[in-house]
């Protein structure tokens, strides 16, 4: 696993979801890992009620949000 000391720049859904913002983040250069809460494997579905934290170094936050706004733009 990736060793960041993490900032939450966003707030997935599903693992998913999650898994695809941070894909989008390695590919423009950042490190990025998704948390999410699941008592260790034995409740999936707290990830889904708690959801899923995408987090990044605290160097690169503000450059991971931009591209995240970016992205939603986009995506309209």
């Known amino acids: 696993m990736d060793n960041i000391e993490g900032v939450t720049v966003a707030v997935a859904g599903s693992q998913i979801e999650a898994d695809l913002i941070v894909g989008m983040l390695r590919s423009n250069g ?5 948390l999410a809460d699941a008592a260790g494997g034995l409740d999936p579905a707290l990830a889904v009620t708690d959801g899923v934290q995408v987090q990044v170094n605290p160097s690169d936050e503000e450059t991971a949000r931009a591209l995240l706004a970016d992205a939603e733009r986009n995506a309209e």
């Not at 950042?30 to 998704?34: E, S, V």
């Open 30 to 34: 950042l490190r990025a890992i998704a």
